[in-house]
């Protein structure tokens, strides 16, 4: 008898289930091989960011805090004679801010050095490294005065 009283609700509750959305499915369904880990939104084609055009200066990031400037020119000498190197610091700590530039002599080296650690561990952190992109004009707001020393922003 409780059986009996038991099926009108599971099957309110299937056909409940059928209509949720699929997120809501995939967590309370037992049988997950019928849908896939990731949702419908995340497979979606999302747009791609904009690459910078290839250039003999890299952008460097995911970098540990205790990556120093002369540790990213020697991880990176391996591909191509590095121009310069530098880890971008807080002023106040001293410690890495996560990112650094690499400067290649050549086009060819900077392929190489993106081609060689994009991806790769550096100081026990996965780095990536990509085309730097150059840095937008400053634009004062509020018709404020650029300020007096320079380009602060």
């Known amino acids: 008898m409780a059986m009996a009283m038991r099926l009108p609700a599971i099957a309110r509750a299937a056909t ?7 997120g809501l499915r995939r ?6 091989s019928k849908f896939s880990f990731l949702s419908p939104q995340a497979n979606a084609e999302t747009p ?4 910078a055009e290839p250039s003999t200066n890299l952008f460097v990031s995911g970098l540990s805090k205790r990556t120093t400037s002369e540790g990213l020119r020697t991880a990176f000498a391996q591909f ?3 121009a310069d190197a530098k880890v971008v610091t807080d002023r ?17 080296d ?4 993106i081609a060689g650690m994009d991806g790769k561990f550096l100081d026990g952190w996965v780095i990536f490294a990509e085309y730097a992109r150059p840095r937008e004009p400053y634009r004062p707001q509020n018709n404020m005065p650029p300020p007096p ?4 922003y």
Do not use: W
């Open 110 to 113: 900077s392929a190489k050095g």
């Open 48 to 51: 791609a960011r904009p690459q």
């Open 16 to 22: 409940e289930m059928a209509s949720a959305p699929v």
């Open 92 to 108: 106040v700590s001293g410690y890495s801010k996560g990112f650094g530039f690499v400067r290649y002599t050549t086009l060819e």
């Open 27 to 32: 967590l309370f369904c037992s049988s997950a």
């Open 80 to 82: 191509g004679e590095v």
């Open 149 to 152: 020393y320079g380009n602060r």
